[in-house]
């Protein structure tokens, strides 16, 4: 399962606001089958089975805000792509908190 973080900064923008673009990239998505994907407040985290599928997601998002309107993106893109186990993001959240001591 591969899952990505993405930030996707709109710079030349009218106003300092990016919540439109971010609604546009979520909206570029579409329906894409066995993606997942959650909106958090510094990027969003997208996971899917085949790591040329989040690639092409990636590349829709970022477009969709030049389409908005941006004049630049600045995207930060941290991906981790495991094979050995099936797993979601989430599962990885529910593994570190079972290890911490101060629940």
Do not use: C, W
Request: net charge neutral.
């Amino acid at each position: 399962m591969a899952v990505a973080e993405l930030t996707l900064v709109p710079i030349g923008t009218e106003k300092t606001s990016v919540s439109k673009y971010i609604a546009g990239a979520l909206d570029a998505i579409g329906e894409v089958e066995g993606l997942t994907y959650e909106l958090n407040p510094m990027g969003t985290v997208i996971s899917h089975k085949d790591l040329s599928v989040l690639y092409e997601v990636i590349r829709r998002m970022q477009e969709s805000v030049f389409e908005a309107g941006a004049n630049r993106v600045y995207s930060v893109v941290k991906i981790d792509d495991r094979r050995d186990k099936d797993y979601t993001f989430k599962d990885k959240v529910v593994s570190v908190n079972e290890k911490r001591k101060n629940k």
